[in-house]
């Protein structure tokens, strides 16, 4: 049986990058990745954008479990240990990390904040769209990476290095 790793996304709401990451790796790993995902401050109010819950549920993912969540519930003694820790945005990979259950590997990929787009609806769409598309690109490539035969330093350089490839 392979392994399955437990990868948490990080961003400083958890309303829209984060919850499209989660998403996105629950559904393009099969199985691989148990995607989670979280926000560095607890934000009032538990809206996620409601153009991430469209996309997710697109992609066939149940929009029943999507929640916003605090990164200090990651914390907690009955928390999974994470395998990997991957901050979304520049706001959140600012913050001092706290040590996390399992010594996960961590890396940064930025990616712009699509709720921050002015526009008509179809730019503000395209906007999710792509950045959907920039998490999948760059979670085929985690994905192919051979895990199990890579020590911890290989892996976190290869993760560096996926995050520091351009998004359109």
């Known amino acids: 049986m392979e392994k399955k790793y437990n990868i948490l996304f990080v961003c400083t709401g958890n309303s829209a990058r984060s919850q499209i990451a989660e998403a996105v790796a629950n559904t393009l790993s099969h199985g691989m990745f148990i995607g989670h995902s979280a926000g560095v401050e607890?934000?009032?109010g538990?809206?996620?954008h409601?153009?991430?819950v469209e996309l997710v549920h697109d992609m066939g993912y149940s929009t029943k479990q999507m929640r916003k969540k605090d990164w200090n519930e990651y914390m907690s003694a009955d928390a999974p240990p994470m395998d990997f820790v991957i901050t979304l945005c520049d706001d959140a990979a600012k913050e001092k990390p706290p040590v996390w259950k399992g010594?996960?590997?961590s890396a940064h990929w930025s990616f712009p904040d699509p709720t921050?787009?002015?526009?008509?609806?179809d730019q503000v769409k395209e906007a999710f769209v792509r950045l959907e598309m920039g998490l999948r690109s760059r979670l085929d490539l985690l994905l192919d990476l051979p895990l199990k035969d890579l020590d911890k330093l290989a892996i976190h350089?290869?993760?560096t290095k996926i995050g520091n490839i351009p998004h359109q």
């Open 42 to 44: 607890h934000t009032k």
């Open 46 to 48: 538990d809206d996620i």
């Open 50 to 52: 409601p153009m991430v």
């Open 103 to 105: 010594d996960p590997v």
């Open 116 to 121: 921050k787009v002015v526009g008509t609806e």
């Open 157 to 159: 350089h290869e993760v």
